[in-house]
């Protein structure tokens, strides 16, 4: 059989299996193994694209210009496993089970839960978040300041809280969990937060007082709530397309920035990398382009947090022969954070580049569309680990993770200064 008619045959048992999920029914992930893939030529990486694209028996979880990591039904894994053989693509399993992991992520949350509704020891609710936020907001009321970008499809306020403890500072804006099932994100983003205003360590005053911070915790908020309560893999959006069946829009593929150029997206509204309708076509993207653009003369340095595969990625993503003026600068930046993660005891290694140089081309994702609207500095931060849990990074890590983006974005800021990316961006 050749790779061509496997997908075929594959994408009938997919079609079959596409059942229906009961009202309260969480959908599992029973002995669904997740492999790494590793791809040499061009070819390979069409085939092995293809087999993921839109389809139930292969997700793929994380993609670079060497690597694919594709979780696979059990369904599918002997015929997976022979077509690698006959191909000679070299693949390892690395997750035999993934429910397994969901199961023991959540084991933990119900533990912490035990002592107290919000921490870092569990993966919060957005009711528990947002009920967290409005702690904060009320014991800290001189130097925070809470705002909404606006509604979700389903009508959930995407809210977000600005920290500031002097005028004039430059402004670092954060966006966190655009995608749904990257919950590290929303947790390092909140303990971030809690660190600003709560650290007594005089590096951390430092970095908290001398900038603006603007942080949304979660900004794809109705796909947050369905991976808690539904799904826990769940990616997109939650808007329903008017020419599928299949719900949601990739939303960090929705900015209108070279939006669908280069097969940076997907046309499919089945696939996990659908660019939606039209640009914009998601309330929660529009939302965001709307207030940072109101706010964008105030903005030095743009993060969108994300996970996995410990990666600083600055733009381009549509393009890996054409780079951005202050490429070096980036890079130099990224360098930075890099170094100083890997100071820490835990020694973890983060990689830097452009998207497209090192992942794969994506369009209208937040930080090139960022960067066109005259945020020089704008990353997107993979954070960790590098495959061994993925998505479901056990909440013992939460903290470790969010230290290193603590160390990391200092070290990050520091190189912006002495770079001149901080002053005062309308001095016309
Ligand atoms: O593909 C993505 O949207 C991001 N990776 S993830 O695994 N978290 O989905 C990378 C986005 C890179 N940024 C740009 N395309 N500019
Ligand atoms: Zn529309
Ligand atoms: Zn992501």
């Not at 790779?3 to 994408?11: G, I, K, P």
């Not at 670079?64 to 006959?86: K, Q």
């Not at 680990?385 to 800021?413: C, H, K, S, W």
Request: with cysteine; net charge negative.
């Amino acid at each position: 059989m050749s790779l061509n008619s496997f997908l075929v045959a594959l994408t009938i048992v997919a079609l079959a299996q596409g059942a229906s999920l009961g009202q309260d029914e969480r959908v599992r992930y029973d002995n669904y193994s997740v492999y790494k893939v590793r791809f040499e030529t061009q070819e390979q990486r069409n085939l092995l694209r293809k087999l993921a694209e839109g389809r139930e028996n292969f997700r793929i979880w994380y993609e670079a210009n060497d690597e694919l990591h594709l979780m696979i039904t059990p369904g599918a894994l002997s015929d997976f496993n022979s077509e690698i053989h006959r191909t000679n693509i070299s693949a390892k399993m690395f997750i035999s089970n993934v429910q397994e992991l969901i199961d023991s992520e959540e084991d933990a949350n119900l533990r912490a839960s035990r002592d107290g509704s919000f921490g870092w020891k569990k993966y919060n609710t957005l009711d528990e978040i947002y009920a967290w936020l409005d702690e904060i907001l009320a014991n800290y009321p001189a130097v925070t300041e809470s705002f909404a970008l606006g509604q979700s499809y389903e009508g959930r306020t995407i809210r977000g809280i600005k920290i500031s403890y002097k005028s004039n500072n430059p402004g670092v804006f954060i966006e966190s969990n655009i995608h749904a099932n990257e919950w590290i994100t929303s947790a390092t983003a909140t303990w971030l937060i809690n660190e600003f205003l709560t650290s007594t360590d005089e590096l951390v005053r430092n970095l908290a007082e001398s900038h603006d911070w603007y942080i949304v915790p979660v900004l794809n908020v109705d796909g947050f709530v369905y991976a808690h309560e539904k799904n826990r893999m769940w990616r997109k959006t939650r808007q329903p397309s008017n020419i599928s069946s299949c719900i949601g829009v990739d939303p960090n593929r929705n900015y209108d920035s070279r939006w669908m150029e280069n097969e940076g997206a997907s046309s499919d509204p089945c696939s996990e990398f659908y660019g939606g309708p039209h640009p914009f076509s998601e309330p929660e993207i529009q939302a965001m382009a709307d207030f940072v653009g109101s706010i964008k003369d105030k903005i030095n340095v743009l993060l969108a947090f994300h996970s996995y595969s410990q990666l600083l990625l600055s733009p381009y993503g549509h393009t890996n022969e054409e780079f951005p003026p202050n490429y070096d600068d980036l890079m130099a930046v990224a360098k930075a954070y890099g170094d100083a993660v890997e100071r820490l005891p835990y020694g973890t290694v983060y990689r830097y580049g452009s998207v497209a140089e090192i992942l794969y081309f994506a369009t209208g994702a937040t930080n090139d569309w960022a960067y066109e609207q005259g945020v020089e500095i704008a990353y997107t931060i993979e954070f960790r680990d590098t495959g061994r849990y993925g998505f479901i990074l056990p909440p013992v890590q939460i903290i470790p993770n969010a230290e290193e983006a603590l160390i990391g974005i200092t070290a990050l800021l520091d190189k912006c200064e002495e770079l001149g990316y901080l002053k005062p961006k309308n001095t016309q």
